[in-house]
Every structure is written in C-alpha cells, then in structure tokens.
C-alpha cells in the first residue's frame, strides 16, 4: 500500500475520533452555560479517554513524523482548536461570575453580621434600661 493509501485508510478513524471529540465539547459548552460543574467534569473525563484514543491513533500514523495532514485532518482540529478555546474563554468568564458572586455575598453577610450586632447591642441596652 502506497503512502496516500495507508493515511487515506487512517483518516476515517480519526475524523470518527475528532467527531467524537467535537460533540464532547459541544456538551461541555452546554455544561458550562448551566453552571453544571458535575456534568463538566464527567465530559472532561471521557475527553481524557478519548485523547488517549487520539494520541494512539496518531502515533500509529507517520502524520507527525511528516507533517503531512490531511486537509480534512487540519479543517477539524482547527475546529477543535477554536471550540476548546470558547469553552476556555466562557469557563473563565463563569469563574469570574462566580467570583464576584461570591464576594457580592461575602459583603452581605458582612453588613449581615453587622447589622445582628448592632440589634444585639440595641436590644441589650434598651432591656437594661428597664431593670
């Protein structure tokens, strides 16, 4: 088998492996929009596995050693490659959300705590006064 052949024969494989890895990221942008950090973190997991998959598949290939890709190959990792960096860009704006969140609450229960205290005293003093 010639070598247009032999990676003709590998690339249906691994389009089969970056179409799988496109819909995953596809669900964790989902995931990520609901603020599902569960759901995230078990499609994070399959990813992990399916890199494995992945890595294999092109160790077995001479797509590295020669740099000669597909451009059926390079279109989907350039998709991949894009999509990773929007669910990184929305992840880190959900963070940043959620930081301010945290620390809008935080000032809450501050004026919270204040405000219990200041009652506290208040009650106390106005009890005392009777006695």
Do not use: C
């Amino acid at each position: 088998m010639n070598q247009a052949n032999y990676h003709r024969a590998e690339v249906p494989a691994l389009l089969h492996l970056v179409e799988a890895w496109r819909k995953l990221a596809g669900q964790q942008t989902e995931a990520i929009e609901r603020s599902d950090w569960q759901d995230l973190l078990r499609l994070s997991g399959e990813k992990e596995k399916l890199k494995g998959l992945m890595d294999a598949a092109i160790a077995a290939s001479d797509f590295n050693q020669r740099g000669n890709r597909p451009p059926e190959l390079r279109r989907a990792a350039d998709e991949l490659v894009r999509m990773e960096q929007f669910n990184q860009q929305l992840l880190s704006e959900r963070s940043r959300q959620t930081q301010d969140e945290l620390g809008r609450s935080r000032t809450k229960v501050q004026r919270l705590r204040m405000i219990r205290n200041a009652y506290r005293r208040s009650r106390q003093t106005r009890w005392h006064s009777y006695l």
